[in-house]
T-cell receptor
């Protein structure tokens, strides 16, 4: 059974700080990794995906992947109160079937 | 990404009844996925629905409880049968994205409460 683990939080950061969200996965053969954001009462929305070791940047978001350590993270620079949400890490299992982590609740304090 | 519409968005259901959730996509897609998100939990894949064949169910989910239809490449339904309070969840339809990655995108979800 493939597993994806995340700290449930809540992770609280002050406005303007860097929020760091972490995720580990159990299947060493996993190739595709995704971060989704879910606001309370809403469905998940895709933020980023990453396939290669290293960093991938998109605006204020940076995804980092280390396959040797089976670790993927999401950094949010200049955090805003509007970033307060639950962040879900997902790993592609097969045929675009995703295994999701439990999510980390982020709270950005004004 | 595709526009994915789900109906109903919310419902309160009596235990023992069944409810059918509809998912409509604005473009043709080969696969459609149905996920469940129980209160305070993450997403769990129920089944993959392919047009022209029976849905493929994940471990712990059976066709008698969650029958799925996929009559064409833009539409699918998920029925939650003989509901109990444990079925109170968000049910999410998702489809593959058209971007460069193997992404999936979600509909707005159907919030079901069973009383």
């Amino acid at each position: 059974q493939k597993e994806v683990e995340q700290n449930s939080g809540p992770l609280s950061v002050p406005e303007g700080a860097i929020a760091s969200l972490n995720c580990t996965y159990s299947d060493r053969g996993s190739q595709s990794f995704f971060w989704y954001r879910q606001y309370s009462g809403k469905s998940p929305e895709l933020i980023m995906f990453i396939y290669s070791n290293g960093d991938k940047e998109d605006g204020r978001f940076t995804a980092q992947l280390n396959k040797a350590s089976q670790y993927v993270s999401l950094l949010i620079r200049d955090s805003q109160p509007s970033d307060s949400a639950t962040y879900l890490c997902a790993v592609e299992d097969y045929g675009q079937n995703f295994v999701f982590g439990p999510g980390t609740r982020l709270s950005v304090l004004p | 990404s595709a526009v994915i519409s789900q109906k109903p968005s919310r419902d309160i259901c009596q235990r023992g009844t069944s409810l059918t959730i509809q998912c409509q996509v604005d473009s043709q897609v080969t696969m459609m996925f149905w996920y469940r998100q129980q209160p305070g939990q993450s997403l769990t894949l129920i089944a993959t629905a392919n047009q022209g064949s029976e849905a493929t169910y994940e471990s712990g989910f059976v066709i008698d409880k969650f029958p799925i239809s996929r009559p064409n490449l833009t539409f699918s339904t998920l029925t939650v049968s003989n509901m109990s309070p444990e079925d109170s969840s968000i049910y999410l339809c998702s489809v593959p994205g058209h971007d460069s990655g193997n992404t999936i995108y979600f509909g707005e979800g159907s919030w079901l409460t069973v009383v």
